[in-house]
């Protein structure tokens, strides 16, 4: 199933995983995830059919609590760690031209 | 015996009795980090006002009678993903090189309470993927018991500092064996909880179905009593458990009469290195000679464990890890042009390698047309794996094996090959997959002198059964010896003895007591004088009489 890492597949999953990849890192990419994806290939061996996919080891369902503020204003300190802030705000970059 | 060796029961017991005060424990261990980090690199960040100022208050409580516990007083370190409000808490990664939390991990905020003293933050795996604690953005970290060796990982400095005297204890925190790992390959215990018994509050999350924080320690009483105290139920974290039973320190009995343990016959297989293997079987037929029943059985599944959790680990990462976009904190690249090619930017120049390539492989399994076939099949290979673990404890109270299938490999070694570094976790995975307890103890040494450690499972919420077979093991196998003290049995040894008692601190002029014992010698020669060649520290006690 190795042969599935095309060079478009490489080039989705930088673009799902918002990273960008030089050349160099492309190809080395695709022989990790080729090698990785032949071993997970190994699942494949078990018939699963029927089994319910357990996302959570108890059944701890949705678990709710009002929705009350507990915590003080901390606006200057969470401030602090963005890269770039102004008037109490977030600096993003330019999103439309 | 020195501050250092001390274990934190012991310590917090002389605080309480006035023999010394938290202020003087603080310092004395402040000393030894700084003689010693350059050699083993177990922090990131060391908080030494921030510490002395703790001490102070926790000292004034013990004095007031307000603190009266097992850890009042006691000097902890602290892996580096657990969040510490104002207290910089990297991941171990350049993303989040600058990052100061506004608010503290649930875990950490317990350990406060109890009266223990955060020293610092210690070095991991970046984002706490690893084995090794290679994949650090601010070095490795080097194995106490012998330098050209990893001390494991991904908790590998908070192991390491508790195998150096650089703590008394730590946290660290376990996805795939990254407590037990560790904790096996310095000679310390660790543990990793019931899924939900330790709140994730404040944990930078990796695989949040499978994280968990726990104990390291230096011996399996520290670990009962680190457990108690950081177990608690939390309305932050929604998959937090509401537990009664967390009075662990109450299981500490020697008594494994008529506990049936079984010994899964694929734990010790193809790939398992003899000493690890012949240390493991002694310890069990320790086990049964005090009265434990112990038998082999096949737990079925094994070796679709990894596939699975490398699965599902990798797709909840990248989901987990889509919060570092260089806007509202971490690393931002210098050279944005645009909005998405700055997200683009800043993530491939903040992550390391490894982080990355987990990023894509979870991203892959994670997207249409492969969802079915890799994720959900993971899934349910987990139900499976749970149900094997089910079925036997249904027969035994414990399950025993290796914590890994070799001591701590060399530097260098593991990175080369991912695959091969993932395979190494083959006997601590399948407990996060199934959410169980699992206890890692020091069991013996191989031919290198490297610490060989012992897994205890339990089954969901049987923490103290695990806690009294080790206990009881413990007892019976004798000191172990530290990484420092080159081992039980030596002139180290008898020198402690003699010492017991005579507390002293640092000060100016004045060689620490750690220092003394660390050296091996009165001399008062600093480590960094000292030659690292022959990195076994038994051979760097050469002024003692053996």
């Given at each position: 199933m190795a042969n599935i890492i095309s060079d478009e597949t490489i080039a989705y999953v930088g673009v799902l995983a918002q990273l960008e990849l030089s050349e160099e890192e492309r190809e080395q990419a695709r022989s990790d995830m080729s090698r990785m994806l032949a071993y997970i290939d190994k699942m494949g061996e078990l018939d699963t059919t029927g089994v319910e996919p357990m996302s959570h080891v108890f059944p701890v369902q949705n678990v709710f609590r009002e929705d009350v503020v507990t915590n003080e204003d901390m606006r200057e300190q969470i401030l602090l760690n963005a890269p770039e802030e102004r008037d109490g705000m977030f600096v993003a970059p330019r999103t439309f031209e | 015996m020195g501050i250092a060796d001390m274990t934190a029961v012991e310590l917090s017991a002389a605080v309480r009795a006035g023999q010394i005060t938290a202020v003087q424990a603080v310092e004395e261990i402040l000393t030894c980090i700084e003689e010693r980090d350059a050699l083993y690199?177990?922090?990131?960040?060391?908080d030494r006002e921030g510490a002395l100022a703790q001490a102070k208050e926790v000292q004034a409580k013990i004095e007031a009678g307000h603190l009266t516990g097992p850890l009042a007083g006691v000097p902890v370190a602290v892996k580096d993903n657990l969040c510490t409000k104002g207290l910089r808490t990297t991941c171990a990664s350049r993303m989040l090189g600058n990052f100061v939390p506004t608010y503290t991990a649930e875990a950490v905020t317990n350990l406060r309470k109890a009266g223990a003293v955060i020293l610092g933050k210690t070095n991991m795996d970046e984002f706490a993927m690893?084995?090794?604690?290679?994949?650090s953005a601010y070095g490795v970290t080097r194995n106490p018991?012998?330098?050209?060796h990893v001390p494991g990982g991904s908790s590998g400095g908070s192991a390491a500092a508790v195998a150096a005297g650089e703590c008394i204890c730590a946290l660290g925190s376990d996805t795939g064996g990254s407590i037990r790992q560790p904790a096996a390959f310095c000679g310390t215990v660790g543990m990793k909880p019931?899924?939900?018994?330790?709140?994730?509050?404040?944990l930078i999350a990796y695989g949040s179905s499978l994280d968990q924080i726990g104990p390291l320690t230096k011996d399996v009483r520290d670990c009962a009593a680190v457990l108690e105290a950081i177990a608690s139920h939390d309305v932050k974290d929604s998959t937090s458990l509401q537990r009664q039973d967390t009075d662990f320190m109450s299981a500490l009995t020697e008594d494994v009469q008529g506990m049936r343990i079984g010994i899964p016959d694929d734990y010790l297989?193809?790939?398992?290195?003899e000493d690890v293997r012949a240390a493991v079987l002694k310890a069990a037929e320790e086990l049964a000679g005090r009265g434990a029943v112990v038998e082999r059985f096949d737990l079925s599944l094994v070796e679709y464990a990894i596939p699975a959790y490398y699965t599902i680990a990798a797709a909840e990462a990248s989901s987990n890890l889509e919060r570092f976009d260089g806007i509202k904190y971490g690393y931002r690249t210098g050279n944005d042009a645009g909005l998405h090619s700055m997200y683009r930017k800043s993530r491939a120049e903040g992550f390391g390698e490894e982080v990355k390539r987990r990023i894509m492989l979870g991203s892959f399994v994670l997207s249409s047309g492969y969802y079915d076939a890799y994720y959900l099949k993971a899934l349910q290979v987990k139900a499976l794996i749970k149900k094997a673990f089910d079925e036997a404890f249904a027969k035994y109270d414990v399950i025993l094996g290796p914590v890994a299938p070799t001591t701590a490999p060399k530097l260098g070694e593991s990175l080369a090959d991912p695959l091969k570094m993932y395979l190494g976790d083959i006997y601590t995975i399948a407990v996060n997959l199934a959410g169980l307890p699992g206890i890692s103890l020091p069991c013996g040494k191989d031919r290198k002198g490297l610490p060989i450690g012992l897994q205890l499972i339990g089954d969901c919420f049987q923490e103290k059964k695990l806690i009294r077979a080790a206990y009881t093991y413990e007892r019976s196998r004798g000191p172990f010896g530290t990484a420092g003290g080159a081992g039980h049995g030596t002139a180290a040894d008898e020198r402690a003895q003699a010492d017991a008692g005579s507390f002293r601190t640092s000060g100016e002029g004045q060689v620490s007591q750690c220092g003394m014992l660390w050296q091996g010698?009165?001399?008062?020669?600093?480590?960094?004088?000292?030659?690292?060649?022959?990195?076994?520290r038994t051979n760097r006690t050469g002024g003692i009489p053996s």
């Open positions: - | 690199n177990c922090y990131v960040t060391v690893g084995s090794t604690t290679e994949t018991w012998n330098r050209e019931t899924y939900g018994t330790v709140s994730r509050y404040g297989g193809e790939g398992l290195d010698g009165k001399s008062g020669r600093p480590v960094s004088e000292q030659s690292t060649e022959g990195t076994d």
